[in-house]
């Protein structure tokens, strides 16, 4: 049903717990299945430059954020508002239909995050 990459990531995320003094903040969930994500960014010259996350959820949703997590380090604010659920899925080596939701959650969970860094500018 998962990839390998995708259990990887959910065994063993590279990129979760919180973050002291973040430049920005967002939240997500999704009250029908009961996942929740909350993703920490730091910004140095419009350059994501350290981002964690965490996330309550299944294997997809904490999957999912860890590399949404991997994809947006190093990225431009622009470029990461621009990462695809679809980009996060198969990335993981696709996921299962059922749960492709969760890809579409860290992707609004990040945009916010970006977005509160912006007003707080």
Known sequence: MYSEKTIKHFKEPKNAGEMQNPDGVGEEGNFKCG??????IKVENNI???????TYGCIAAIAST???CEIAKGKTLEEAENISAKE????LGKLPQLKFHCSIMGQ????RAIEDYRNKK
């Not at 609004?108 to 945009?111: E, N, Q, S, T, V």
């Open 35 to 40: 996942d929740a994500m909350k993703i920490f």
């Open 48 to 54: 994501i430059t350290k981002i964690t996350f965490l």
């Open 66 to 68: 860890d590399m949404l």
């Open 88 to 91: 996060i899925a198969d990335e």
């Open 108 to 111: 609004k969970a990040l945009k």
